[in-house]
Every structure is written in structure tokens, then in C-alpha cells.
């Protein structure tokens, strides 16, 4: 799976952006889907993942509420709509595919996108 994430840009806080994912390669629909993100100076950590079937959700406690994942198997991509933007939220912003149904630990993730920028300005 080839994954390419975009959508990243410079928001004020409180504002809105939406990242997308699209996938090429091995049918995207097998793959659970996450978003994972890295501040500089961070670690990789969890954000948000979603089943194969988008029955099942799993969501970071820091962004819970405000960030919502989904994906449309028939155009092969996965997005995060980011509302409520805090300038602790500004990292870059990668997507990830697991073999699992989902997941939220780095390495449970067989393939990942290049990664784009968010930044929240206060």
C-alpha cells in the first residue's frame, strides 16, 4: 500500500482543517487506518484509527471530540477532520495502514505516507 497525505496548512487557533490519505496498491478496504502525528523534539504518538469496515473507532484522549477520522473505501482514502485547533496540535501529521482490524501503537502499522505539516498559531 502507497499511502500520500495532504491537507496540512497554517490555521489559527480554534480553526478547522481536513487531512486527507490516498491509498494506491493493495485493496485499501483490508487495512485498518490511522493517523498518528510528531511534534518536533516528540515522539510519534496515536491520534486517531479506524477499522477496515469503519465500525470501529479509536480516538486520543487529546483530541477527542475535536478531530474526527472516517475513510471512503471506494476512493481509497482516509481523512481527519481537525476542528477546534490548539497550538499544541501543530506537528506533522502522518497516515498509516495496519494489517489489524485497528490500532494504536506505532509499530502495529506495516506502511506509512511521507507525512504533512499542521501548524496552529495562537
Known amino acids: 500500500v502507497q499511502l500520500q497525505a495532504c491537507g496540512g496548512g497554517l490555521v489559527q487557533a480554534g480553526g478547522s482543517l481536513r487531512l486527507s490519505c490516498a491509498a494506491s496498491?493493495?485493496?485499501?478496504?483490508?487495512?485498518?487506518m490511522g493517523w498518528f502525528r510528531q511534534a518536533p523534539g516528540k515522539e510519534r504518538e496515536f491520534v486517531a484509527a479506524i477499522s477496515w469496515s469503519r465500525g470501529s473507532t479509536l480516538y486520543a484522549d487529546s483530541v477527542k471530540g475535536r478531530f474526527t477520522i472516517s475513510r471512503d473505501n471506494a476512493k481509497n482514502t482516509l481523512y481527519l477532520q481537525m476542528n477546534s485547533l490548539k497550538p499544541e496540535d501543530t506537528a506533522v501529521y502522518y497516515c498509516?495502514?495496519?494489517?489489524?482490524?485497528?490500532?494504536?501503537?506505532?509499530?502495529?502499522?506495516?506502511?506509512w505516507g511521507q507525512g504533512t505539516l499542521v501548524t496552529v498559531s495562537s
Open positions: 496498491g493493495r485493496t485499501f478496504s483490508r487495512y485498518g
Open positions: 498509516a495502514a495496519t494489517r489489524m482490524v485497528v490500532a494504536s501503537i506505532p509499530t502495529d502499522y506495516d506502511y
